[in-house]
């Protein structure tokens, strides 16, 4: 038998897709919606827990779980535990539609405007998370990106430019986003994004506890005109 003779045949199937959503008991007068996204082997409960303390707990944080399974030890190991990622390198466009749609959906069941939506990703989800900025430039008003990277085209596809904000936090002992790599992302970011902040933390590959000021900080500067309160 010659696999390569078979042919391939596709179908589609409804996808269940789930996601945490914190309620404030004293939301602000205009609160935001607040769509976090966990790195790869994660799980919404623990991106929810590391995303409150950033953005506060007087928003509504809606914490999306990745569509694809994976265990975080092998399958025979006695504590084995289930987590979640977001696409891998076969046929990508899907995940990446995928993920948009996720984002839609869930901004939609809120029912927030894209004015008050903030994105929030770490490690594997910034990537598709800027991907989604530039492919739905109006969805979002900022995005958050910690310990990730660009889109692997970002410098030759054909992405719109957005009214999204970026604040992109790296560390310098990011063993998977380098600082000789993660130092060229503002210029490259610009191209499609007007407002960049980048700043560089001590720290490896993980939300450092040094970021929540300059999160706050951030967010009253860009989120501060866009108030209806």
Same mark, same amino acid.
């Given at each position: 038998? =010659? ?7 596709? #179908?589609?199937?409804? +996808?269940?897709?789930? &996601?945490? *959503? /914190? %309620? ?26 590391? =995303? ?7 928003? #509504?944080?809606?914490? +999306?779980?990745?569509? &694809?399974? *994976? /265990? %975080? ?45 903030? *994105? ?110």
């Amino acid at each position: 038998m =010659t696999p390569d003779r078979a042919q391939i045949h596709s #179908f589609s199937l409804q +996808l269940r897709c789930n &996601y945490l *959503l /914190w %309620t404030p008991k004293r939301p602000r007068k205009d609160p935001l919606l607040v769509v976090t996204l966990h790195g790869h082997a994660m799980t919404p409960e623990q991106m929810l827990k590391l =995303t409150a303390p950033l953005v506060g707990e007087d928003h #509504f944080i809606a914490s +999306l779980q990745g569509p &694809y399974q *994976l /265990w %975080t030890k092998p399958d025979n190991h006695a504590r084995s535990e289930v987590a979640f990622h977001w696409a891998t390198r076969f046929e990508p466009e899907h995940s990446r539609r995928l993920h948009h749609q996720m984002i839609l959906r869930v901004v939609e069941e809120v029912g927030v405007p894209g004015s008050r939506v903030l *994105l929030v990703g770490f490690s594997q989800s910034v990537s598709l998370n800027y991907r989604f900025v530039c492919t739905h430039p109006e969805a979002a008003r900022g995005v958050i990106a910690i310990c990730g990277g660009l889109p692997g085209d970002w410098d030759t596809a054909p992405y719109q430019d957005t009214c999204a904000a970026a604040l992109h936090i790296t560390t310098r002992e990011d063993q998977y986003y380098p600082p000789v790599v993660a130092e060229t992302y503002p210029g490259r970011l610009r191209k499609h994004i007007a407002d960049v902040e980048f700043h560089m933390l001590e720290g490896g590959h993980r939300i450092p506890s040094a970021a929540r000021p300059m999160v706050q900080n951030w967010l009253e500067r860009v989120f501060h005109n866009t108030s209806h309160s």
